[in-house]
């Protein structure tokens, strides 16, 4: 089915210890993304890549690193967890700009189902 | 700064009643969504809108692209629309998404 995987769904760490959330679109979308969500403070964009070998920060990149080296998977690593990296998170993609797309598939926006995360 | 303004914060309606939420934004934008979440569960689109007005079933989403304004219709609600509703938006220069905070509904039986 197409769509956004993400893994795990839930996962407890102690702090200083690093993981990987997978995430991984077979629809071919070059724009795939990372948030967290936070009681009371929306989804906050973490990294984001236009495309294999392209990525960039967004609004809350510390603590985080990702690669982007095939259009499919974009990985999200924690590299030493600490207790504020405690929430929600979720991976999305889109098509990234129009390139001769037209209609709403253009701007479709599809998530993962999430990962909770929780850093004792 | 906030591209995207929601408002209610919360909302809570008695089954049955029409409810409404608006979205506010401050960017120029080629797409407007109204996403779904139910507690503990994952974000669902409902609508993605450029222009116009959409309906599906007892959900109508509505955009007037010169005010920056949109709102979410819902007529005849039941429990199983308690929900958080948020708005997004593409940003037609940098094809960034911005999401609003959320609106919590509870429909009451």
Known sequence: NAGVTQTPKFQVLKTGQSMTLQCAQDMNHEYMSWYRQDPGMGLRLIHYSVGAGITDQGEVPNGYNVSRSTTEDFPLRLLSAAPSQTSVYFCASSYWGVRGRTGDGANVLTFGAGSRLTVL | ?109
């Open chain 2, 1 to 109: 700064k906030n591209e995207v303004e929601q408002s209610p914060q919360n909302l809570t309606a008695q089954e049955g009643e029409f409810i409404t939420i608006n979205c506010s934004y401050s960017v120029g934008i080629s797409a407007l969504h109204w996403l779904q979440q139910h507690p503990g569960g994952g974000i669902v689109s409902l609508f993605m809108l450029s222009s116009g007005k959409k309906k599906h079933g007892r959900l109508i989403a509505t955009i007037n692209i010169q005010e920056k304004h949109s709102s979410l219709h819902i007529t005849a609600s039941h429990p199983r629309d308690s929900a958080v509703y948020i708005c997004a938006v593409r940003s037609n220069t940098g094809n960034q998404f911005y999401f609003g905070t959320g609106t919590s509904l509870t429909v009451i039986p």
